[in-house]
């Protein structure tokens, strides 16, 4: 285990930011911390790197009790989310900083600089200054900067949450080949599920400082453990008192089979390739409820299918549960 | 960091100068014709007026003011006291700004107030006040007046919130993560400090500093209570200036007054060439 941390408790002020919170890192992994904003991600990460200290409890790095280590010697890459890019220095010497900390041969720093640099992309941008460069350029100078140093575990704070939609992604899928390349044992914290079920070998899920549930993708993707995993990783709906994905609900207008619930379509919108579907049940809980109420069922279906069904606004049909539907009984105030 | 912009390859540069040199348009035209206009009347005319009156007894009546041995002891003295000055003012100046902005303590908000005091008061005022304090009949037995130590003194008080206002609201806007990238790289503080800090801080340090010796050649008021004015020993070129329009030597005040402006701007200068230097280095 690359990084192991046993019961960590952490307030700022009253506010409980990280609850009893253990949890191993496996080495050479890329490991997303997932949740939304203030639950306690972000200060996780900084514990582990130092940069916030524990009110209680243990980091171990790589065997190493790091706990009240400053940073400086914990050996650890972190990527901030707003580049921290040293404005005044090249993009060559924003790399070198650390080799240069460490004091090794000018020659030797020249070389590892040139490497960094050509494994980010970045070789014809060296004497650039930080603020000629576009965002995703920044990002990969502060990734070959933090990868510089040779750190026992890359930590990466939202590494892409002030960049496009396109960048995102582009860099998205660099870094997955990056690690594959390099096998750093990495973390890197994120909002995005897309984000984190794309990239991560294994996603820890945080929410209200506790953390949900730790699997891989699939893992939380078809078992989530309660409701606030499910609905963080995607749509969800309820029907028949079960939280499900509005893709995993079949539609019929073959008529009444027993396990089926009947509804009327009150809305039909098309994105694309696919088809969503807004039902109100006519028996059940959400019958006789107003629009856009909690009874209401978001089907999706594809184009296609919907097609093939003739269903419009105002049509009957009958839903059910898809035979490999991942469901989830909904809590009485749901977190979401 | 528009200073550093420039060092960027040529053809951004060359872009940015074939842009400039195109035709203003009317109100852009209008705005600069006004300000040179404006800055004309307020200062490039009387300073022109400054310099030709000095020159009006020629090059070897000019040289013979500044050379003069009473002349030339209170210019070295005022433009010595006033390099001290700043270089004290640069070092407590980037302190008292760092305190400010870094550490919290009861009573921030009112020393942040009571900083521009010495800048705020009228200058003979902050000349009494120190009197009463470091002068003759001093509380604490500092008895400074009359010797040099009061110049230095006076233009301390002075030229205190210069480099503190400027550092200031440049710290503020320092992101703490560079400064944790820096750790997380394996920097000290002290590491972090001069090379990531520093260099942002350098700009604002050096226009701090100009202001300060700026301020400190051309201080009077504070000066003139506790100094006693002795000629050759704490007498400073202001004083001496004021004492030649005193007995109508017009030309020989304007041609002091020249010499303290050719210093003033090679001064300024210098600073704005070290700053460059040092923010570039990093």
Known sequence: MSIEIKDIN???????????????????????????????????????????????????????????????????????????????????????????????????????????????????????????????????????????????????????????????????????????EVHVTTVFVTHDQEEALEVADEIVVINNGRIEQIGSPDELYDAPANDFVMSFLGPVTTLEGLLMRPHDIDVSTAGEVAGTTPGEVVRMLRVGFEVRLTVRPTTGRGAGSSPGQEGDVTVVLTRSHARELGIDVGSTVWLSANRGATSVARRAIAAV | MSLTTSTAPGRVTRARRSARSGSLSVTSGLGLGVAMLWFSLLVLIPLAMVVASAGSTGLGGFVAVITESQTLAAVQLTVLQSLMVTAVNVVMGT??????????????????????????????????????????????????????????LALAFVTLPFVVRTVQPVLEELEADVEEASASLGATRLTTFRRIILPSLVPSIAAGAALSFARGISEYGSLVLLSGNLPNHTEVAAVRVFTFIENGDTASAAAVATLMLIVALAVIVALDIIQRRVARRG
């Open chain 1, 10 to 180: 952490k307030k700022f002020g009253d506010f409980v930011a990280l609850e009893d919170i253990s949890l191993n890192i496996p080495t050479g992994q890329l490991t997303a911390l997932l949740g939304p904003s203030g639950g306690g991600k972000s200060t996780l990460l900084r514990i582990i790197a130092g940069l916030e200290s524990t009110d209680e409890g243990t980091v171990h790095i790589e065997g190493v009790e790091a706990t009240h280590l400053p940073p400086q010697k914990r050996n650890v890459g972190f990527v901030f989310q707003h580049y921290a890019a040293f404005k005044h220095m090249s993009v060559a010497k924003n790399v070198a900083y650390g080799l240069e900390i460490r004091k090794r041969s000018k020659a030797d720093t020249k070389k590892r600089v040139a490497e960094l640099l050509e494994l980010v992309h970045l070789s014809q941008f060296a004497h650039r200054l930080p603020s000629q460069l576009s965002g995703g350029q920044r990002q990969r100078m502060a990734l070959a900067r933090a990868l510089a140093v040779e750190p026992t575990v890359l930590l990466l704070d939202e590494p892409f949450g002030a960049l496009d939609a396109k960048v995102r992604k582009e860099l998205r899928d660099w870094l997955r080949r990056l690690h594959d």
């Open chain 2, 95 to 152: 302190m008292i700004a760092w305190v400010l902005v870094r550490d919290r303590f009861q009573g921030k908000r009112i020393l942040d107030v009571v900083i521009d005091i010495p800048f705020a008061l009228p200058t003979i005022v902050a000349g009494l006040v120190l009197l009463s304090l470091y002068g003759p009949n001093s509380p604490l037995g500092l008895n400074v007046a009359n010797t040099r130590y009061a110049v230095f």
